[in-house]
């Protein structure tokens, strides 16, 4: 009979600075697809309740027809400024000896 292997109860297993920068995107993501699907779904759900004017237009209109996209714009563009700073910041993890 072969003896059980004892394995630690915490794995030590270092993350590389690739991995991370993908776990950080990830998150990023999912972040963004929550707050798309918030200004999607709430304007929809919400819009007997939001009868005010904004702008001499009425509110609900506003938002499905401008400001939903305005929001979709400033997603993509944070996103991807966010991205290109992690990935900017990548080479210089790699080049640096870790500890």
């Known amino acids: 009979m072969a003896p059980i292997k004892r394995y630690p109860l915490a794995m030590s297993h270092s993350v590389t600075p690739?991995?991370?920068?993908k776990r950080k995107i990830r998150r990023l993501t999912w972040a963004c697809f929550a707050v798309w699907g918030g200004v999607t779904l709430v304007p929809i759900y919400g819009a007997?309740?939001?009868?005010?004017?904004?702008?001499?237009?009425?509110f609900n209109?506003?938002?499905a027809a401008q400001g939903c996209v305005?929001?979709?714009?400033?997603?993509?563009?944070?996103?991807a400024?966010?991205?290109n700073r992690w990935e900017a910041q990548l080479p210089a993890a790699?080049?640096?000896p870790p500890g």
Do not use: D, H
């Open 18 to 21: 690739e991995q991370a920068v």
């Open 48 to 58: 007997q309740r939001l009868n005010f004017t904004l702008w001499g237009w009425p």
């Open 61 to 63: 209109f506003w938002m």
């Open 70 to 79: 305005l929001v979709y714009l400033a997603l993509v563009t944070c996103f």
């Open 81 to 83: 400024w966010q991205v």
């Open 94 to 96: 790699l080049e640096s």
